[in-house]
């Protein structure tokens, strides 16, 4: 078997997705790429499933908000424990418009960090058999990961400036 | 005979199921975990699993935070063995900033964290064994988890949540008194550890409780993402110290235990055999000390390493490092990074991205409690009560790292 590195699954990516993978980037050595919505669960289903890349591992789901471009990235840790190589996928879709395919039909852990994504950022994953929050109350009706929630109520009083002279 | 869909006939009253409230505050559940139950007789049916009852937005809190206001935060992730959090939280930072850690420093980080994974699994076969009723086991080896806190209490002056590391080392060296003590230890721990196993191992009434008892299978494991010491009793050797060795694990001897079956009784051997792994470890560690120049508790980064708080007093150049460091002043670079550490329940990761301040733009704690627990009631469908509640010992959940 060949041996799997970062250059190895970029080309396997490359040839097999073409300008449908983007962004490749390798912070502290971790391999990073950037995908669309419509191919997520194809390129999540080919970097688990091909023998080349191997990342049967779904090590984390999340997401980050970048209000200044409007835009939500979704996050996806892999892991091939056999080459020790990970990879990172992100996806960026737009904050209005929060959906994304399911990867609960690749692997069963992705049920929990997806609802978890979706309690902080509204991220609506689309198939997903059992989307509520899971953290936060059913009754809260934001999501409060989001850059345009400050961390405290700004409606409370007891913490004004002006009540300690300041 | 199906045990799960019993036969009944029409209109028979017992042809009903039992809606049982296992939690949020049920001593059996160790935690505030909710479990609604459908129990047919004793049988579990179906069951839902609900959390989040002391979440306490630390992601949200972290986003507003300089880093070293971050590692209160981590010492409530896994209370039980917050030393690991706190370093791994540590390593994360000086991975962003390239900073290179003095030998020594590795050395009395492994002594710290495996002290901690020591602690940890104390804790999770000590109360498998009280749930299977054996009292005298769990107040016998528990006596040792108080030794672990006072070595603790020696190095940082605290017990629990110790907020022991700094970026690029400790606080303060270790003292003479912190090496007795963990000699001490290290003397007497494997004595009552060997005993404990003795009482337990080949224990008649421990093995027909625990042996053969919520078998998980290396396939379901893997697609539950579990780590840690679940993963392995099932027999995948994925440890985050060999896989991707941190401060200087590849220069140490030692094995991953692994089990075979996956049930409840591996899990309670698996983390045994890690205890004597890390007994070793520590060793291997104080022996390699020896070689290193004494004195040496921290890398030579004053834009990021807090000084002394009696250099401050005393010193300009302290003062003027001290506040440009608490006020956030010199940048860290922007950057995005993930940092996995073997945590007492699997692998503990930190996913931090900075745009260029002192505060990150976000970070996520990636927590295996968190991850492992998402398959409790799935797996609990089809067991006896009395044995999903020995399964949620054996899962070791912290309700601190799971609601974050």
Not at chain 1, 127 to 148: A, S, T
Not at chain 2, 14 to 25: A, C, I, K, R, Y
Not at chain 2, 89 to 117: C, F, G, Q, S
Not at chain 2, 161 to 172: A, D, K, Q, S, V
Request: charged share 25%.
């Amino acid at each position: 078997m060949a041996e799997v590195n970062n250059s190895s699954v970029i080309q396997l990516l490359a040839d097999r997705f073409g300008a449908k993978v983007s962004g490749v980037n390798e912070p502290y050595g971790l391999l990073t790429v950037e995908t669309t919505k419509d191919v997520i669960i194809d390129v999540l289903t080919f970097l688990k499933e091909t023998e080349g890349t191997g990342f049967t591992f779904l090590t984390d789901i999340t997401a980050v908000h970048y209000p200044e471009t409007k835009h939500i990235a979704v996050v996806y840790h892999l892991h091939n424990m056999v080459n020790k190589i990970r990879i990172r996928v992100k996806v960026f879709i737009h904050e209005h418009t929060p959906a994304i395919p399911t990867a609960t039909v690749l692997w069963n852990g992705a049920n929990w960090m997806e609802r978890e994504t979706y309690d902080f950022f509204g991220v609506k994953f689309e198939g997903h058999p059992d989307l509520r929050r899971i953290l936060n109350m059913d009754e809260l009706n934001v999501h409060p990961m989001l850059k345009q929630y400050p961390l405290e109520d700004p409606n409370r009083v007891d913490k004004k400036d002006e009540y300690f002279g300041r | 005979m199906n045990h799960n869909q019993p036969v009944y006939t029409d209109n028979d009253p017992q042809n009903e199921l039992v809606t049982l409230n296992l939690g949020p505050t049920h001593p059996a559940t160790h935690g505030v975990f909710q479990n609604v139950l459908q129990l047919d007789g004793e049988r579990i049916v179906s069951g839902v699993s609900t959390i989040g009852y002391i979440h306490r937005a630390f992601e949200k809190i972290a986003e507003h935070r300089p880093f070293y206001q971050i590692t209160p935060l981590t010492d409530r992730l896994n209370y039980c063995s917050s030393p690991i959090n706190n370093m791994g939280w540590h390593m994360t930072v000086e991975k962003l900033l390239n900073i290179t850690v003095p030998k020594r420093v590795d050395y009395l980080r492994i002594i710290v964290m495996e002290l901690a994974r020591i602690s940890d699994h104390i804790i999770c076969n000590t109360i498998i064994a009280q749930d299977t009723g054996a009292t005298t086991t769990f107040l016998y080896l528990f006596q040792f988890r108080e030794h672990i806190y006072e070595i603790y209490e020696e190095i940082c002056g605290a017990r629990l949540t110790t907020n022991i590391g700094r970026i690029g080392g400790f606080e303060r060296d270790f003292n003479d008194i912190a090496f007795a003590k963990i000699n001490k230890f290290l003397k007497e721990f494997p004595v009552a550890l060997k005993e404990f196993e003795s009482l337990l191992n080949r224990n008649r009434i421990f093995i027909d409780r625990t042996a053969g008892v919520a078998c998980v299978t290396p396939e379901q494991a893997l697609s539950y993402s579990w780590t840690g010491p679940l993963l392995r009793a099932t027999g995948v050797d994925y440890d985050v110290r060999v896989s991707e060795p941190y401060c200087s694990y590849d220069e140490f001897d030692f094995e991953v235990p692994v089990g075979t079956s996956g049930d409840i009784y591996d899990r309670y051997l698996v983390r045994n055999e890690e205890m004597w792994q890390s007994v070793s470890l520590i060793q291997q560690a104080m022996d390699k000390l020896k070689n290193e120049p004494a004195g040496v508790f921290h890398a030579d980064v004053p834009d990021f390493y807090l000084p002394a708080k009696e250099e401050v007093y005393n010193n300009m150049e302290a003062l003027i490092y001290h506040f440009k460091i608490v006020m956030g002043e010199i940048d860290a670079p922007k950057a995005e990074v993930y940092h996995a550490v073997e945590g007492g329940n699997g692998e503990l990761g930190f996913y931090l991205i900075n745009d260029g301040g002192r505060t990150p733009y976000r970070l996520h704690f990636r927590r295996p409690s968190f991850i492992n627990y998402s398959m409790y009631a799935k797996m609990s469908e089809g067991m006896l009560l009395s044995d999903a509640i020995i399964n949620m010992s054996s899962m070791n959940i912290i309700a601190g790292e799971l609601d974050a």
